[in-house]
């Protein structure tokens, strides 16, 4: 069966520092990534999604970016947070051959300090 | 704006009791999909609606698709404290590309 692991559940960091946030995918190959933001009242913002290794595409200009070295590795990264960065970020994955619906990690509270 | 809306944006009932959900778009989806999510965890894929006017129930949750595959409806039947969380639709509108789009969610509360 599939499983995906996303870590720190949470986590406090103060603004202009670093941020590297993980999430890992099992019992599958080539699958789509995404990385999602969620906010009170608003949903579930796409960030990024990538289908492949090193193919990644942004949905929001924004401090962050994403990468993904590995082809069931997907790591959302800051260079300087700001405060606005506060918020539960989400990964999920989804079958390259044929939408199915996400599946979704466990996700990751950040708070901007 | 939102390309999805949904309503009631929160929702207090008492157990037992019976409830529906809605998820209303001036676009048409070519599919649509209902989450539920529990604080601190990610949303959980309940079900996927295709064809317009399509029902789907799973245990006492009954999930609708309009005929013009604009809306959905998500009723729940004899509501049960397990029931509480937030409910999410999400789907792809025609012409948007292949990503799908999620409501703000109803948040319902169900109490014993």
């Known amino acids: 069966s599939q499983t995906i692991h996303q870590w720190p559940a949470t986590l406090v960091q103060p603004v202009g520092s670093p941020l590297s946030l993980e999430c890992t995918v099992e019992?599958?190959?080539?699958?789509?990534l995404y990385w999602y933001r969620q906010a009170a009242g608003r949903g579930l913002q796409l960030l990024f999604y990538?289908?492949?290794?090193?193919?990644i595409s942004s949905e929001v200009p924004q401090n962050l970016s994403a990468s993904r070295p590995q082809d069931r590795q997907f790591i959302l990264s800051s260079k300087k947070l700001l405060l606005s960065d506060s918020g539960f970020y989400l990964c999920?994955?989804?079958?390259?051959?044929?939408?199915?619906?996400?599946?979704f990690g466990s996700g990751t509270r950040l708070t901007v300090v | 704006t939102q390309l999805l809306e949904q309503s009631p944006q929160f929702l207090s009932i008492q157990e037992g009791e019976n409830l529906t959900v809605y998820c209303n778009s001036s676009?048409?989806?070519?599919?649509l999909q209902w989450y539920r999510q529990e604080p601190g965890e990610g949303p959980v894929l309940l079900v996927t609606?295709?064809?317009?006017?399509e029902v789907k129930k799973l245990k006492r949750l009954t999930f609708q698709f309009g005929d013009a595959r604009k809306d959905s409806s998500l009723h729940i039947t004899a509501a049960q404290p397990g029931d509480t969380g937030l409910y999410l639709c999400?789907?792809?509108?025609?012409?948007?590309?292949?990503?799908?789009?999620f409501g703000p969610g109803t948040r319902l509360s169900v109490l014993p």
């Open positions: 999920a994955w989804s079958w390259s051959g044929g939408f199915q619906g996400y599946t």
């Open positions: 019992g599958t190959s080539n699958p789509n």
């Open positions: 990538s289908v492949g290794i090193g193919q």
């Open positions: 676009s048409v989806f070519s599919s």
């Open positions: 609606v295709v064809t317009g006017g």
């Open positions: 999400a789907g792809v509108p025609s012409n948007y590309g292949q990503n799908f789009v």
